[in-house]
């Protein structure tokens, strides 16, 4: 029996049909697997490695919002996780078309290259930073040290440096801007430590295994120079003297007290008691900071009072990153990336000495300048005055000059 022809056309229309809603739904599925597969490979410009070359442009303000987590992290937590919700939640109990679809991908593509160009945004101002602090630096030191480049480096001109070969990192220590934590990192990073909770204050002081650049030959000291990354973290100079006077003479110190306690009373107290002749303890900030201006001190200096331009010789070992405490972390986790350190290690953030004591902040520093009289801020200002020059910090007090 013979099937009308228009009962053949109707079937044949409708195995066209099926077979073109396969084939279509097909090439759907392909294009959401790509879709998903792809989006953690979009492309993200890093910033380039120090040193830079580019024009100098003014350093941005301390008060930069802390953000430390790396490109991959971005990309990974923001893009293919964002783009992969929206991809199944919002196709529930609703059919999805051609055109829904492409909204969807167009929109996550969107959200997900405005996160990277943030982040690539953020770099490329931390590297422009670098440069600028380096500029600066560099200008400072051709016009107040000419010449100092073309001096031999001695090893007590590297006496605070330290050495982490692995990494091929130098250092300097300067005490009151985040050394401990820095030396907690370097330890993990030579593998002495695992972690850096796992590592006390005092061991982080005084059983780092550390090697200081000073106790390689000068050949071993001029290569590293040369070849390795040369770190410093400096800290506005009146906080950091603060913080220091505030860690030795205010809490409990077997070292400090008697060392130097004892001296600065003797010298600068008028009727002392025989208790605090005795023990040294009761130091006032404004006794601290006449033995500091005092240029017969009954007692030496000491480093974590000393100026970082006597400290660690910034115009004579020419340092590729500067990094400043008030933006510590995210300076020193920009540097880790720098130099390939493992992506599981952060900068540390604890603060183990005197715990329950609130951080040396600007309003604290405030407040102790202002025991002193005007004639006694000028003098302690001179005193730092290349630190403020080296490192861009502003006038503390406007009627400084």
């Known amino acids: ?8 056309c109707s079937l044949w229309l409708l195995l066209l049909l099926g077979a073109g809603s396969l084939v279509l739904l097909l090439h759907l599925q392909d294009l959401s697997d790509t879709v998903q597969h792809q989006t953690t490979g979009v492309n993200v410009v890093v910033a380039p490695r120090w040193p830079v070359e580019k024009v100098r442009e003014p350093e941005p303000e301390p008060g930069h919002r802390d953000l430390c987590c790396s490109v991959q992290e971005v990309m990974s937590d923001n893009t293919a996780g964002s783009l992969k919700v929206s991809l199944e939640d919002s196709t529930v109990g609703q059919p999805v078309t051609k055109r829904h679809r492409k909204l969807l991908l167009k929109t996550n593509f969107v959200a997900s290259g405005s996160a990277g160009k943030d982040e690539d945004q953020r770099l490329r101002w931390l590297a422009r930073t670098q440069e600028s602090r380096r500029h600066l630096l560099a200008d400072v030191c051709a016009k107040y040290q000419p010449g100092i480049g073309e001096q031999r480096i001695s090893q007590r001109q590297v006496s605070r440096v330290y050495v982490e070969d692995r990494s091929r990192l130098l250092y300097c220590e300067v005490p009151k801007a985040g050394c401990s934590n820095w030396k907690r990192v ?26 200081r ?15 390795y990354t040369k770190v410093l973290f400096v800290r506005e100079p009146f906080e950091r003297l603060v913080s220091a006077f505030r860690d030795k003479f205010e809490s ?86 720098r130099i390939g350190a ?3 290690l952060t900068f540390p953030d604890f603060k183990d ?41 502003p006038k503390p007090f406007k009627d400084l000059h």
């Open 186 to 211: 370097l330890m993990v990073l030579g593998g002495s430590a695992a972690s850096t909770r796992d590592i006390p204050h005092d061991a982080a002081h005084y059983a780092n295994r550390l090697r």
């Open 1 to 8: 029996m013979k099937l009308p022809c228009s009962l053949l």
């Open 213 to 227: 650049l000073e106790s390689y030959g000068h050949a071993g000291i001029i290569e590293r120079l040369r070849s």
């Open 342 to 344: 493992p992506a599981n």
């Open 353 to 393: 000495r005197n715990p329950l004591a609130e951080r040396t902040s600007s309003r604290i520093t405030q407040r102790y300048f202002e025991q002193l009289n005007a004639t006694e801020r000028q003098k302690t200002f001179d005193f730092y005055y290349m630190d403020y020059l080296m490192f861009n910090y």
């Open 252 to 337: 409990p110190n077997s070292y400090y007290h008697p060392v130097f306690g004892r001296p600065i009373i003797s010298r600068y107290r008028a009727n002392a008691t025989s208790v605090a002749l005795q023990t040294g303890a009761g130091v006032t900030f404004r006794e601290f900071v006449q033995y500091l201006l005092d240029v017969r001190r009954p007692v030496g200096m000491d480093i974590h009072w000393e100026p970082v331009s006597q400290l660690c010789n910034p115009c004579l070992l020419w340092y590729n990153f500067i990094g400043k405490f008030e933006s510590l972390q995210e300076d020193a986790n920009f540097l880790l990336r």
